[in-house]
């Protein structure tokens, strides 16, 4: 079945640090994927999202690029702030298994420090 | 409001007692998610709503568990005999439609059982 594999946190970076969190996944078909953030104490907020192979999604300062050739959609965010501390959780929904529900990645905690 | 709203935000409970927790979705939106996140199994489908088609229950644990949606609306998710094991936040989603489209998310419920 559908599967979705992130990279295990926690991610500890400085202020103005790169981030890269890694995704990938396993589906047949043409999966939609997306990328969601949970801030400490709220619920889940979607970041970005890309419906098709080299769709790039992007929102505040955030990146992904849907790469069906490494079946991949890592987020990538050139400088991070303290703001950005949160768990963010890769997902992806339809291809063979349709667009019932998201299929969610362990999320990767991360932590940035002033 | 403009956003899917649940309640209540945290609920305490002895095992044993039933259960009910409502979901508002976004107004317009024609499909309503369920999904819990715990800490051993992350974030798990639950149940699926679609206009007036039938439920897709596949990811309800156990039949101690249900769900309803009246009026194309608001939801309510049922269990029943709860078991400490059910401890989790539960987290409703709405979205327009499927096809890909994004899944909006409540703040969830805080279930805990004693």
């Known amino acids: 079945g559908n599967s979705v594999t992130q990279m295990e946190g926690p991610v500890t970076l400085s202020e103005e640090a790169f981030l890269t969190i890694n995704c990938t996944y396993t589906?047949?078909?043409?999966?939609?994927l997306f990328w969601y953030v949970q801030y400490p104490g709220e619920g889940l907020q979607l970041l970005l999202k890309a419906t098709k192979a080299d769709d790039k999604g992007s929102n505040k300062g955030f990146e992904a690029t849907y790469r069906k050739e490494t079946t991949s959609f890592h987020l990538e965010k050139g400088s991070v702030q303290v703001s950005d501390s949160a768990v963010y959780f890769c997902?992806?929904?339809?291809?063979?298994?349709?667009?019932?529900?998201?299929?969610f990645g362990a999320g990767t905690r991360l932590a940035v420090h002033p | 409001g403009a956003g899917v709203s649940q309640s209540p935000s945290n609920k305490v409970t002895e095992k044993g007692k039933d259960v009910e927790l409502r979901c508002d979705p976004i107004s317009g939106h024609t499909a309503l998610y369920w999904y819990r996140q715990s800490l051993g199994q992350g974030l798990e489908f639950l149940i699926y709503?679609?206009?007036?088609?039938?439920?897709?229950k596949s990811g309800l644990p156990s039949d101690r568990f249900s769900a309803e949606r009246t009026g194309g609306s608001v939801s309510t998710l049922t269990i029943q005999r709860t078991q400490q094991e059910d401890s989790a936040v539960y987290l409703c989603?709405?979205?327009f439609g499927q096809g890909g489209q994004p899944q909006h998310f409540g703040d969830g419920t805080r279930l805990s059982i004693l």
């Open positions: 589906a047949t078909g043409y999966p939609s």
């Open positions: 709503f679609q206009g007036n088609s039938a439920p897709d």
């Open positions: 989603a709405s979205s």
């Open positions: 997902a992806l929904s339809g291809g063979s298994g349709g667009y019932n529900k998201l299929i």
